[in-house]
T-cell receptor, first 115, second 117 residues
Framework: GENVEQHPSTLSVQEGDSAVIKCTYS??????FPWYKQELGKRPQLIID?????GEKKDQRIAVTLNKTAKHFSLHITETQPEDSAVYFC??????????????FGAGTTVTVRA | NAGVMQNPRHLVRRRGQEARLRCSPM?????VYWYRQLPEEGLKFMVY????????ESGMPKERFSAEFPKEGPSILRIQQVVRGDSAAYFC???????????????FGPGTRLLVL
């Protein structure tokens, strides 16, 4: 099955700086890569996703890049703010191919934005 | 427009009791997924269901765990004879029906935090 690795496990950045989280996956058939943000005690919230037919996607201060050849994808947060502090999870899925929609998650990155 | 609903939000059980967790998908969604999150870990897939069908239960423990999504009513994850190792947060997610442009997108509920004493 799919194995997703995520680095770093913790990340501390100064407010206003950028944060980058990297994930690798093992299954070359994976073609859908969402990122979730989870605040303490809350539900995971989808913040951005990318499909394998594009290499980059941006939404305001958040961007995701995908390198299918190397099987890795990254989350970039620019101009970080205190409210960006949370745990971020990457995930991968082979959906809709093989009718397999389950998400395989990375272990998470705890991001702390220092004021 | 209500999101994914789960209840109860917190559940305390003694070893050997049964735990029953409920999930109502977003309006218009007919696909439900259950994930388990152990403390300070990522989410692990358990089971994927459509109405009256289990599509993929490859992440479910072979014993004590079962799931259903009846024609009417919420999806239910049932854990029989709970043990301390079952203590975790259990999240449900739902996705749009097949034919939707964003059918892979999963939206999560608030979770049920199960504590086994």
């Amino acid at each position: 099955g799919e194995n997703v690795e995520q680095h770093p496990s913790t990340l501390s950045v100064q407010e206003g700086d950028s944060a980058v989280i990297k994930c690798t996956y093992s299954d070359s058939a994976s073609n859908y890569f969402p990122w979730y943000k989870q605040e303490l005690g809350k539900r995971p919230q989808l913040i951005i996703d990318i499909r394998s037919n594009v290499g980059e996607k941006k939404d305001q201060r958040i961007a995701v890049t995908l390198n299918k050849t190397a099987k890795h994808f990254s989350l970039h947060i620019t101009e970080t703010q205190p409210e960006d502090s949370a745990v971020y999870f990457c995930a991968a899925s082979t959906a809709p191919r093989y009718n397999d929609y389950k998400l395989s998650f990375g272990a998470g990155t705890t991001v702390t934005v220092r004021a | 427009n209500a999101g994914v609903m789960q209840n109860p939000r917190h559940l305390v059980r003694r070893r050997g009791q049964e735990a029953r967790l409920r999930c109502s998908p977003m309006k218009g969604h007919s696909h439900v997924y259950w994930y388990r999150q152990l403390p300070e870990e990522g989410l692990k897939f358990m089971v994927y269901l459509q109405k009256e069908n289990i599509i993929d239960e490859s992440g479910m423990p072979k014993e004590r765990f079962s799931a259903e999504f009846p024609k009417e009513g919420p999806s239910i994850l049932r854990i029989q004879q709970v043990v301390r190792g079952d203590s975790a947060a259990y999240f449900c997610a739902s996705s749009p029906p097949r034919g939707s442009r964003t059918l892979e997108t999963q939206y999560f509920g608030p979770g049920t935090r199960l504590l086994v004493l």
